[in-house]
């Protein structure tokens, strides 16, 4: 049966071009996922300023709360208490332990710098003086420039200057200050931002590891795993990498096995005349099947192939627009070694095995007295596997619409809301031919008013291949169903989030600084004639330790930092118990939902754990009303700025007084200060959805690759099934039809599949939209442009009908009379 499957493919090269592309592109794609996912596995960072060290010690990065499964990440660094210096040096094994202190040190010249730390932490890289000398108080020892030159730091706010000392070849961007300098400088001197050790030769390093790891509960890092304390935030992207690829790349896997089935199913429904003839001359079903397997292996092996080249490109694209929009780590190095190779060509091949399974059962099934005569009938499309399974994905559809309504809250109900699209869609598919005669009976009306006797026929032709009419309505329906609900989906959280904060945002401009802003500043701008309030802003995240039914998630709590204000301040949020005016030391002001979830009303404690595990007792002062699912806890903007990376305040939240414009003298303030620069409260809202946009483009993004893939189903379909009619066509023109008439009857065909299409993806991502837009924004209609639909829906018309049109034309060019075959 193989050579006959090897003479198949031969001769019907057209028929199986479509299932060839489809496994193509989806080996592609998986393949792309599979390497972000093993790159975040990895997360690997070569080290350099740290280099020179065999291991390297931090804080532990995560914290597990009182009673709870999953441990909390932690955003900000958590350092190594400078105590346990001494500790970790006499450690057997251990023959140097040196200190780093890392603090934002940004020049505005040459040579280009943003990060400063102690001169005694550079033999912890391969840093070597090649001129000058160590640096004195007031001295600093830079990679590159000349001895003896000035050099002006911005640092914690403000401009310092020094002298270069000596120069000292290295990784670029980094300063080393004289070690008293230093403690000054940084925001927490009781803290290392890490320690490196140099093990004494002969020393077991694992063993060593092990024994420092005991030491209050620290991480040790070794090996390439030493670039990670450099860069903490790398560390933070790898969660996010790994469930973006695998969200996505589970996606991606069930569009392909989807598309591949019903690209290879419908190559063998077009077969049928084959299949009858072969059952009718004595070819067993095991011979059939075998050879409809070996045909999808035959076309299956060569696309892997083919698509590996792609597959590996598409992941280095993806993984670049992911560093490049803050979602990935740039100094991540990129991996896509043989696993995720082997997952996408897996996930083709089993994908094509399956779908010449299915495809072959009934083929294979059937009788060959009555081989023949079905071949030119409808085959049925009702099977009790199939019914099931259709109802099961639409009851699981149901089931998550249910959740999503009426559990879930906030942005937390995407997780509900998400998968329901592909239940929806999958129920809607398996069970296509009773939505599509639906559907059609709707729309046959104002189509056949319209185009009258070609919309006659078309209706007609329609109705008599329901199942024909049903797998060229599938993929349109797909695409338009997926793409609209996740691209809604999206823009609804967006507007949601950034409505519940601008509600109650009263500051009408924002000074923001890279470095920093001093409370000299600060001071300064409260003093600014026209400046009824001004208040440091800081963000950060923290995790709530008691009372434990706190309404945060493991991904820990949303932390904001305000100066303590009256009536008048800045802070937005909305009192409905205490005041902001004793917001000072340890306090904090929490939503309203949370006083009365957890009983712990104003003058009640609560304790937390702050972005870098520092664990802290707070006195409630106030409580504010908040929109479910944006709840945060809102304390001193020095408490929070204290327990940061860098212990700085980036934004001063400014509100003018009545009939006041402060903003000329607010930029001449910033002109006096380096660095800082002023902006308007639509800044300071889309610094709040920051994160919300990323996450958006990437959906887009990735969105936006399934329904390129999905349009290739679209038109793998089409052109097929269009080619299949060649006899038809002929048939109609033979009888007195030409070929204006043939492509007019064509024309109002696509457009009933197009609206077929359309609605029932319509349908499915409303089935999606509407309880997660009540939820996420309070009422059932998606926010978003009118445009990304209308867009969707004619990228969907514009493929229908070039699909039909374009293969039909070239098809009628052949004379009437010329004899055709199937493909």
């Not at 060509?345 to 399956?354: C, H, P, R």
């Amino acid at each position: 049966m193989m050579r006959l499957a090897l003479r198949t493919l031969r001769y019907r090269k057209s028929g199986f071009l479509a299932t060839f592309v489809a496994v193509v592109f989806g080996t592609a794609i998986v393949m792309a996922c599979g390497g972000l996912m093993e790159t975040g596995i990895r997360s690997n960072v070569a080290p350099q300023r740290l280099a020179a060290t065999s291991l390297v010690i931090t804080g532990n990065q995560s914290h597990l709360r009182p009673g709870a499964e999953d441990a909390t990440p932690l955003p900000e660094r958590v350092g190594v208490p400078t105590t346990l210096l001494p500790h970790i040096r006499s450690t057997p094994g251990v023959q140097s332990a040196v200190g780093d202190y890392t603090f934002t040190a940004i020049t505005s010249g040459a040579p280009v710098v943003a990060e400063g730390h102690n001169w005694s932490s550079a033999v912890l890289a391969p840093y070597h003086l090649s001129s000058g000398h160590a640096p004195r108080s007031g001295q600093v020892v830079v990679p590159s420039g000349k001895v003896g030159q000035h050099l002006t730091f911005l640092i914690n706010g403000e401009p310092r200057t020094y002298t270069v000392s000596g120069i000292a070849a290295g990784p670029a961007g980094h300063a080393f200050f004289n070690d008293r300098d230093a403690e000054h400088l940084v925001q927490n001197p009781a803290r290392f931002a890490d320690i490196g050790v140099q093990v004494a030769p002969g020393t077991d390093l694992d063993k060593l590891k092990k024994q420092l790891e005991t030491i209050d509960n620290l991480t040790v890092r070794a090996g390439i795993d030493r670039g990670l304390a450099e860069h903490p935030d790398a560390e933070s992207h790898r969660t996010a990498l790994i469930s973006i690829a695998g969200s996505f790349g589970g996606i991606a896997a069930m569009t392909m096995m989807f598309v591949v089935t019903s690209t290879l199913a419908l190559a063998a429904q077009h077969r049928e005349r084959e299949f009858a003839l072969l059952r009718g001359i004595g070819t067993t079903p095991g011979q059939v099947r075998r050879m409809i397997l070996g045909e999808a292996l035959l076309v299956s092996l060569p696309a892997v192939a083919l698509g590996a080249l792609p597959g590996f490109f598409l992941g280095r694209f993806l993984f670049d627009q992911l560093a490049s929009h803050g979602v990935a780590s740039p100094v991540v190095e990129f991996y896509q070694g043989l696993i995720p190779f082997a997952a996408g060509a897996g996930a083709a091949v089993l994908a094509a095995i399956g779908a010449a399974l299915i495809a072959a059962r009934k083929s294979a099934k059937i009788r060959p007295v009555e081989a023949l005569a079905e071949a030119s009938l409808q085959r049925r499309w009702f099977s009790w596997i199939r019914l099931f399974f259709g109802l099961a994905a639409l009851g699981g559809g149901l089931a998550l619409l249910i959740v999503t309504a009426t559990v879930m809250s906030g942005p937390l109900a995407a997780a509900t809301a998400g998968p329901s699209v592909l239940c929806w869609a999958i129920g809607v598919a398996l069970l296509g031919p009773f939505w599509t005669k639906l559907v059609l009976a709707i729309w046959r009306w104002p189509v056949q008013a319209l185009t009258r006797v070609n919309g006659r026929l078309a209706i007609r032709n329609l109705s008599a291949r329901s199942v024909a009419l049903s797998a060229a309505v599938t993929p349109v329906m797909l695409a338009v169903g997926i793409s609209t609900a996740n691209l809604y989906m999206q823009t609804t959280q967006v507007h949601a989030s950034a409505t519940a904060f601008t509600r109650d945002l009263r500051a009408d401009a924002v000074l923001v600084s890279d470095a920093g802003l001093s409370a000299k500043l600060l001071d300064q701008v409260r003093a600014t004639p026209g400046v009824a309030s001004a208040s440091a802003y800081v963000r950060s995240m923290g995790a709530v330790d008691d009372p434990r039914n706190a309404p945060f998630d493991e991904d820990g709590a949303p932390v904001v930092g305000v100066d303590a204000q009256g009536a008048d301040g800045t802070a937005p949020v909305r009192l409905t118990a205490g005041s902001l005016t004793g917001l000072s030391g340890q306090t904090v002001a929490i939503p309203e939902s949370m006083a009365a979830k957890t009983n712990r009303g104003v003058g009640s404690d609560i304790t937390m754990t702050l972005g870098d595990g520092t664990t802290v007792k707070l006195k409630v002062v106030a409580t504010f009303a908040a929109d479910r699912g944006y709840e945060t806890l809102m304390l001193p903007a020095a408490l929070v700025a204290a327990h940061t990376t860098d212990g700085l305040t980036k934004q001063i939240l400014v509100r003018a007084a009545p009939n006041a414009d402060v903003r000329p003298a607010l930029a001449k303030l910033a002109a006096a200060n380096p660095g800082v620069q002023v902006a308007d409260r639509d800044a300071l809202v889309a610094t709040n959805v920051e994160d919300l946009q990323t996450q958006a483009w990437v959906n887009y993004m990735l969105v936006g690759m399934l329904i390129a893939y999905t349009a290739v189903s679209v038109v793998n379909t089409l052109v097929s099934t269009t080619l299949r009619r060649r006899r038809e066509f002929a048939l109609q023109r033979l009888t007195g039809s030409t070929r204006f008439q043939v492509l007019r009857m064509l024309t109002t065909e696509s457009t009933l599949i197009t609206l077929t299409g359309i609605t029932l993806g319509t349908a499915v991502a409303l089935a999606c939209l509407l309880p997660y837009s009540a939820k996420v924004s309070g009422s059932a209609i998606p926010t978003g442009p009118i445009w990304i639909y209308l867009t969707v829906a004619a990228t969907a018309a514009a493929l229908t009908f070039l699909s039909t049109l374009i293969p039909a034309t070239t098809a009628l060019r052949h004379p009437a009379t010329q004899p055709t075959h199937s493909d």
